[in-house]
């Protein structure tokens, strides 16, 4: 079982930056062997795929709307998610939530993801 919580959401002018974290509370295994994602969702639209990270760390995944402005990264000593953000548009408002999933992950597919935080609201102003 993985609980989950999400912090550093705010708002910000078109172009600025916001970096969000992810902090987990694990039992039973390692942070390292969990499959982290970022996902969001406007209200009343389906939630999408932003990120994933797995591998221990050593493997990600963008989605292409992110690509090139988003960075996910976690510190395993920490138990901890992050994803730094920058470039930010209008159309990156939404709930961003984080999530994880032990053995099988496809974080495109958003397939495995049995454990999930409860958000933060990313506001972004053109």
């Known amino acids: 079982q993985v609980q989950l919580q999400e912090s550093g959401g705010g708002s910000v002018q078109s172009g600025g930056s916001l970096k969000l974290s992810c902090a987990a509370s694990v039992s039973g295994y390692p942070y390292s062997s969990y499959c982290m994602g970022w996902f969001r969702q406007v209200p009343g639209k389906v939630r999408e795929t932003v990120a994933g990270?797995?591998?221990?760390?050593?493997?990600?995944y963008y989605a292409d709307s992110v690509k090139g402005r988003f960075t996910i990264s976690q510190d395993n000593a920490k138990n901890t998610m992050y994803l730094q953000m920058t470039s930010l548009k209008p159309d990156d408002t939404a709930i961003y939530y984080c999530?994880?999933?032990?053995?099988?992950?496809?974080?495109?597919?958003?397939?495995?993801?049995?454990?999930w935080g409860r958000g933060t609201q990313v506001t972004v102003s053109s």
């Open positions: 999530a994880a999933a032990f053995g099988y992950c496809d974080v495109a597919a958003m397939v495995g993801f049995g454990s």
């Open positions: 990270i797995f591998n221990s760390g050593v493997s990600t």
